[in-house]
């Protein structure tokens, strides 16, 4: 793990992304109290904008209201989630 100053990053911004890229995890140290970290978007994560978020949101409203959804409990939806 390396560590360095926002100045650092902004010095040798693609230098640190090829590291990045090639596995090595970085943090971004910002004052004393905030620190980041920098990680490759891969193909499995999700992104999506927000019509695209409200368009599905729209969907699953409308199957529960068409009797399609189905009730969890809030352990059921952490069990299914893995929390």
Same mark, same amino acid.
């Given at each position: 793990m390396l560590v360095i100053s926002t100045r650092e990053f902004r010095?040798?911004?693609?230098n640190y992304l090829d590291?990045?890229?090639d596995?090595?995890?970085i $943090?971004?140290?910002r004052d004393k109290e905030k620190t980041y970290k920098i990680i490759p978007v891969t193909k499995d994560d999700t992104l999506m904008n927000m019509e695209e978020y409200y368009s599905m949101l729209n969907?699953? $409203?409308q199957n529960?209201?068409?009797?399609k959804g189905k009730?969890?409990?809030l352990e059921e939806l952490r069990i299914k989630?893995? $929390?």
């Open positions: 010095d040798n911004q693609k590291k990045v890229d596995g090595m995890e $943090l971004i140290r969907r699953g $409203l529960i209201k068409d009797g009730e969890y409990t989630m893995g $929390l």
